[in-house]
């Protein structure tokens, strides 16, 4: 393994100034031109740091543990997890993941077992944007929120931007000509739990997605009617409750609160003899691909950012650890744009996929 003398000895310098330039201090302090040299000495010999007497010199061991609660039971964790990973890596860190099924003695013990390793911070997970109280225990260390917001206010967090998404969805159905335009919410049994526990009568996601539906309404001069708005589970439930209001109201408009719940309005539809994308117009929010690109036509649906919110909560945790804008990490192309790593409660603004179950005007 080469050694920071051997790269001395070759370039004909100290060992200290090399230790400077591979450990990127070297502004103001080495020449650049001797810097450049150092650089392509290490290069060309394959010269590879060593964590360990890096992390006894900086008191850093580069490594980041990850928390979820239940989160790697859903189908979105995948894309969180991914763009931590991709994030920790152009920084040079390591991820340590692990879930916690939503118990709390073992986050606990999680938690210390992730702080044995030296973790230089945390991120932590949850499996539905909502507000949290993390774990004492995370303290002193750094701790960025994701897909969540700290009840207290201690901790930076990322969201999506829950109110854009219904005010976007609606924006797109109106500009397509619908007249009539319902929103198709969670309800019923569908509610929201932690280890099984109902923790609210409705997801906070929904109400800020149905709050938007009503702010483009009201902005585009509609009047809005209560019985166009619903809140259904899922099977048959749900199922004559879409049926019901299509045939109440006969709506040719459907924001759904999620792609899962767009599949009764299709089936609605059909039995009616109507026709997705050209009689009824439907936008879902998720992207879940089993949904979205299997329905006949494909969904318009917008965007949930997972794997943007693993990017830019990693990016986040890595600036507060080091003190600094991490300017040189390599930003990915992503569907959703980061927000800037200034902000400490950020929020993404989700994109909106055309696919073609949204009428065009024109036909």
């Not at 152009?90 to 210390?112: A, K, W």
């Not at 109440?248 to 039995?271: E, I, M």
């Not at 390599?330 to 909106?352: K, Q, V, W, Y």
Request: net charge negative; with cysteine.
């Amino acid at each position: 393994m080469t050694t920071m003398k051997e790269i001395a000895e070759r370039t004909g310098v100290s060992v200290s100034t090399v230790s400077l330039v591979l450990n990127g201090r070297d502004a103001g302090r080495v020449k650049p031109g001797i810097a450049s040299k150092v650089r392509k000495t290490a290069e060309d010999l394959g010269y590879r740091p060593n964590p360990l007497a890096r992390s006894l010199r900086t008191s850093k061991t580069k490594i980041l543990g990850f928390i979820s609660d239940e989160i790697a039971t859903t189908p979105y964790a995948g894309r969180l997890i991914l763009g931590a990973q991709d994030a920790a890596r152009s920084m040079g860190y390591m991820l340590l993941t692990v879930n916690t099924n939503g118990d709390v003695e073992l986050e606990r013990h999680e938690i210390s077992t992730l702080k044995q390793y030296d973790v230089d911070g945390f991120l932590y997970a949850c499996m539905f944007d909502r507000a949290v109280d993390p774990p004492d225990s995370l303290e002193p260390l750094p701790t960025v929120l994701l897909d969540g917001t700290d009840k207290r206010g201690r901790l930076a967090s990322i969201v999506p931007d829950e109110h854009r998404i219904g005010y976007d969805a609606t924006r797109r159905l109106i500009e397509a000509g619908c007249r009539s335009i319902a929103y198709i919410g969670a309800g019923g049994e569908d509610l929201p739990k932690v280890s099984g526990q109902v923790i609210a009568d409705r997801y906070p996601a929904d109400v800020l997605r149905e709050q938007g539906y009503l702010d483009a309404l009201h902005e585009a001069g509609r009047e809005t009617d209560p019985d166009l708005m619903i809140r259904v589970s899922f099977n048959r439930p749900a199922l004559d409750a879409v049926s019901d209001l299509f045939d109440r109201k006969r709506p040719d408009g459907f924001v759904c609160f999620n792609d899962a719940r767009a599949w009764y309005v299709y089936l609605c539809a059909a039995q009616r003899g109507l026709t997705i994308g050209r009689d009824v117009s439907v936008v879902g929010v998720d992207n879940h691909r089993l949904v979205s690109d299997t329905l006949a036509p494909e969904l318009t649906t917008v965007d949930l950012p997972h794997y943007e919110m693993g990017y830019w909560g990693t990016l986040k945790l890595v600036s507060i650890i080091e003190h600094r804008t991490p300017d040189d990490a390599a930003l990915p192309g992503t569907r959703s744009p980061l927000p800037d790593l200034s902000e400490t409660n950020a929020m993404i603004h989700c994109t909106l996929l055309e696919r073609h179950s949204v009428a065009d005007p024109a036909r």
